[in-house]
């Protein structure tokens, strides 16, 4: 079966410590992308790549960081650095970067 | 760059019922419009996009007209059922942003 898979559901982390969120694809798909979802605020893109070992960044970077080593792997972290983590966070993957996109199920950070 | 702009929730309505959800964007040229929709506790899944003007994208009963002269994009489905309950995102590139998002709306269809 393709698809996105990202690991785990639930995390929960403690004020100050880096998370680190798993996403892999097996679609074969060149591009893909870190969302955060806030209730009432719809998705904000906060990074994505088009390429291995290439990434930009998008409307909220600050505070996370990623990286792109093998085409199926996008982890998110996210640093003690980012003020307000506590999120639903989504990947995504496309063919490229005008096509659709495709998500997986999400995780949910809690930080306490 | 390209913004998109959804009426706002939560829309409650009766299974059988018609439903209409708004979205409009701002882009001047032709972009390429999309309609998202999330269950409960999970990601969001493609429901249907549009390419060009006047293309009708359609799926699972939903249909959506793309719109140049009014920048639209309204998502409609005749009769809706209650497993239709869920948010749904309009969508759409915007300058470097491969897709913005608007802020979606939550639909209830009650028995």
């Known amino acids: 079966d393709g698809g996105i898979t990202q690991s785990p559901k639930y995390l929960f982390r403690k004020e100050g410590q880096?998370?680190?969120?798993?996403?892999?694809?097996?679609?074969?798909?060149?591009?893909?992308?870190?969302?955060?979802?806030?209730?009432?605020?719809?998705?904000?893109?906060?990074?994505?790549?088009?390429?291995?070992?290439?990434?930009?960044?998008?409307?909220?970077?600050?505070?996370?960081?990623?990286?792109?080593?093998?085409?199926?792997?996008?982890?998110?972290?996210?640093?003690?650095?980012?003020?307000?983590?506590?999120?639903?966070?989504?990947?995504?993957?496309?063919?490229?970067?005008?096509?659709?996109?495709?998500?997986?199920?999400?995780?949910?950070?809690t930080v306490l | 760059g390209n913004?998109?702009?959804?009426?706002?929730?939560?829309?409650?309505?009766?299974?059988?019922?018609?439903?209409?959800?708004?979205?409009?964007?701002t882009a001047t040229g032709y972009p390429s419009l999309f309609w998202y929709v999330q269950y409960p506790g999970e990601g969001l899944q493609l429901l249907l996009k549009a390419t060009k003007a006047d293309d009708k994208g359609s799926n699972k009963g939903f249909e959506a007209t793309y719109r140049k002269e009014t920048t639209s994009f309204h998502l409609e489905k005749g009769s809706v059922q209650v497993s239709d309950s869920a948010v749904y995102f309009c969508a759409s590139p915007s300058g470097n942003t491969p897709l913005v998002f608007g802020k979606g709306t939550r639909l209830s269809v009650i028995a």
């Open chain 1, 18 to 109: 880096n998370v680190t969120l798993s996403c892999e694809q097996n679609l074969n798909h060149d591009a893909m992308y870190w969302y955060r979802q806030d209730p009432g605020q719809g998705l904000r893109l906060i990074y994505y790549s088009q390429i291995v070992n290439d990434f930009q960044k998008g409307d909220i970077a600050e505070g996370y960081s990623v990286s792109r080593e093998k085409k199926e792997s996008f982890p998110l972290t996210v640093t003690s650095a980012q003020k307000n983590p506590t999120a639903f966070y989504l990947c995504a993957s496309s063919f490229g970067r005008a096509d659709t996109q495709y998500f997986g199920p999400g995780t949910r950070l």
């Open chain 2, 3 to 25: 913004s998109v702009t959804q009426m706002e929730g939560p829309v409650t309505l009766s299974e059988e019922a018609f439903l209409t959800i708004n979205c409009t964007y």
